[in-house]
Structures are given as structure tokens and as C-alpha cells.
């Protein structure tokens, strides 16, 4: 009963906030809609018995990915007349690209549903007694260990690439030495000089 | 007497409703304790900056100014709200409320003694770790619905560097996962039952496992002092509260907040520095267990834990009182270039550690 309240309320929120990602005039609320959409999934996540994925989903996209996001679409002065105008261009590649996902959400949907309408288990269920963290480490780092690994590569080459497409050593750039400015003497910055009145240092 | 069996209740709420209501109850005893408690942690952090500067502090309202907290509360509660012009309004409004809830909801996972806690989640850490970690939208959200550019600039700030500090967080409470081999905060508490000897802060005193207790008693000790400092940057306190500095930026994202918003921001901001008291206190320092051994009673965990909170905070307004305001560059070089590669050098030593290491108990639950 209250399961089944919490998931019509999260998937209300879920579907609406989804839609206000697209239709938002303001990015920024686009935004803050899409982290409204991540949360909610995790809260289906939960629903499911899946709460290891569910914190994932929090703490990598929300706590995360999505701060950069509203990083750097607080930083843009976007022109809204210009967004708009753009908008009729842009709309035969987002219609393929929405077809195209759809077909793809199709297929996989056909292939977890059998014809009877009973669904398939893709993967076996796990005994009882163990967390699913538990589950999910175990099938990761054995099975599924190249993938994994592979997937760890990726993302380690689209980090590496990101810093040599930014890094520029530009000239004449003072930097701080950390290692000199702890590695300083006394001797070597103060000196005592003994002066005698009226004379100076002269 | 025997039960009578013809009692017929007057309304009879399914096993749903009845559960439901009781986790309410506790929900609202737990909010109100930490309150209360909250009113008098600020006033102990003013007394306590104040005894530093030789200051007396608060002390007009009630005995040794013991009810100032109310007195601000009124006071904020009283004033006017003052919505700029140019702000958007909606998130302008929502940014101190998300930050005031967030800072309850993470306390939802929080064990306070033994069977004491909420929800006994199956990720609890996990769960606070990510509670945390969204701490950030109260503020960026604010900085940016001001439509000023001081407040735009703390928000900025504080998102880099609560991201930046999240990363070592996260690996310190590896480290700490990787000891224990579960993700549930009562089973970590219960891990370092024993007495301070397990406590993970304090390992090195297990000299039980010698001479492996010196690699793990260093390296957790380590990870307890940058814990610690990490929670200061991610809680935005001094000596890392740039977002705020009021010296360069007013005072940062709450420039334009007054009255009730601003108060939900600042109870908000402490509530998530006990919260980090708290996780220190699970994580490291043996949660409701007393150093000298298992406490079972619950009323008597509870009174070690709330005593280990008021500890911490201490540590928080000493930190406070005393270390100057870091430069921002300095803020950063802290998180990525010494704690990153030092929290995952020690992850990776722990994980040595566990699987070649460690007595037969901790590894068949670290290798599960």
C-alpha cells in the first residue's frame, strides 16, 4: 500500500520533471529539473530493492556530475531569442535522435518481455542473506571484470584527453613554489642589522 | 493479570499505518532533540570562540546568556523578508529550504545507540555520503537566484570545493568500509566494540596483531585527522570557508538573505557540522561504545554519543577560533595534490592490509 503510494508519487515526478528538462525556457532550471529527475529515479531505485544502485545514482550524478552541470550553465549568458531561433534547424537530428532511442528502449523492452507478458530474469536472482552491494561486487569482479576494467580505461582516456585539450604552458607565468616557500630559512629571509642612532643605514 | 482477550480496540490501523505512525514519532523526537541541541551547540561555539579572544561571549540573555540561541531565534523569525528584485524568486526560496531538510534527512541513517536509528539502512554509509554530497545545491542554488555577484562567486567557490573534498571523503570512508566489509553503520559501530583498541581512529593500541597493528593504527589515524579536515572544507567552516570569506565577498552566497531564509541556512550549515561529528564519531571513535568497552544499554549509548558529538564540535570551534582563513589555491592544492593521492595510497594499503594481513574474522568478512 504505501509502496505502492510512494512509486505513483515518484514516477509522477519523475515523467513531469523530465518533461520541464525539455520544455524549461531558463537552462538552469532545466537543470535543477534534470537533478529532480535523477533523485526521483533513485527513490524507484529504492523501491525496487536495488539501494546500493540508488546511492550510486545520488552520489555520482546528483552529488557530482550534475553540480558541474549547473556549474557551467550558471556561467553562460545564453541569448534566449537565439535559442529559439535555432530551434526549427535542429529539429529534423532531434527527431532521428529520439527515434532512435525510442527503437532502442523497444528492443530492449521486447527482449525482457516474453510473449506471454511475464517478464525474463536477465540475471539470476541472488540467494537470500546476501545486500545487494554484496551481489553487485560479486558479479562485477568476476564476470564481468573486463568490462569493468575496460570501462575504468575509458574514462581514464576521456580524462587524460579533456586535460590536453586544456593544459597550455603559457610564458612568463609566475607560479607559487610550494616546496621553496616551506623549504625557507630564517637566515635566509631576516636579517639584523645593528644600527646606531642618528646614523641610518646609510 | 491475563490479557483480555474480548479488548477490542477502538481503531484498529493496519500493521502499515501503526509503523508508519511510530517512525513519525521517532522522526519528530529525533528533529525536536536536535533542535534544542543545535540552540546550545551555537551558543558553546560563541562561548568558546570568545574564551579564546578572551571575550565573555553571549551572557545578557538568561544565566550565562544560556538562551541567546532563542533570543536570535525570535529575532530572525520577527524580521521582514527581503526578496531582491532581480532574484528568481522560486529558487531564491528554495535553496535555504533545501539545505535546512537536507541537513535533517541525512540523520534519518545515523545510529545513536544501540537499535536506536531510523532507518538501519543496508548502505548506510553510502546513504550519508550521498546526503552530504547534496549539500551543495542549498548553496550554489542560493549564490546563483541572488543575481548579485557576491553571492554568485561564494556559490562557485563552494561548489568546487565541496566537490573537490567529496573525492577524499569518499576514498577515507573506503578505507574504513574495507575494515569493517559492510556498508551498514550499526555493523561498523559494532566493529570497534571492544574498546578503544579497536576504536579505527586509535588501532595502533590493538597490540594484539602486532606488528601489523602499527600499518593500520598509522595509516586510520591518518585518515581520522584528514576526515576531520575534510569535513571542515565540506561544511564550509574556517579555516576553509571561502564561500563566505567576509573579507573578499560580504558574505558570500547569504549576502541577500534575511530574517527566516538566512536562519534556514545557518541551522542548515551547523546542523551538517554536527552531522560530520557524527559521522567522524561512527566512522573512527566507536559511536555509542565506551573506551573501555561494549555498551549495550541503549540510554547509556545514547548519553556516550550525544558526549562524543559535544566533543567534536569542541575540535570544530577550536579549529575556528584559532587557524586563519586558508587562500582559495591553497584550499584546492590541500584536496587534490596531498589528500587525494594520500587517501587512495591508503585505501590500497587497507585493502593490503585486509586481504594478506589481517586476523582470519576480519577477512572472511572483508572477502565476502
Redo the contacts between chains.
Sequence with gaps: MLATIAFYVLAVIAVISAFAVISARNPVHSVLFLILTFFTAAGLFVLLGAEFLAMLLVIVYVGAVAVLFLFVVMMLDVDFVELKQGFLSYMPIGAIVALALLFELGLVASAAISADGAPIAIAPAQPGGVTNAEAIGQVLYTDYLLVFQMAGLVLFVAMIGAIVLTLRHRPGVRKQNIAAQVGRKRSEGVELKDIRPGQGLG | MTPNMDYVPLITL?I?WEW?IMKLGQILGISVLLLISLAFLLLFDRKVWAAVQLRKGPNVVGPFGLLQSFADFFKFVFKEIVIPAGA?KT?FILAPLITFVLAFTGWAAVPFANGVVIAD???GI??L??IS??G??GI??GG?ASNSKYP?LG??RS??Q??SY?VSI?FIIITVLLLVGS?NLTTIVDAQRDGIWMWHGFRIFNFAEFPANILVGVVMFAMLVMFFISALAETNRPPFDLPEAESELVAGYQVEYSSTPYLLFMIGEYLNIVLMCAMVNLLFLGGWHAPWGPVDNPWLGFLIFYVKIWIQFFLFAMVKAIVPRYRY?QLM?IGWKIFLPTSLAAVVAMGAYVTFLAPTATAVAGA?
Excluded: H
Design positions: 493496519p502499515e508508519t528568481n529558487v539502512l543496508n548502505v553510502l546513504y555520503f550521498a554530497s547534496l551543495v545545491y550554489i542554488m546563483w554568485f556559490g562557485l561548489a568546487a565541496m566537490v567529496e569518499g556498508l589555491d592544492r565476502q
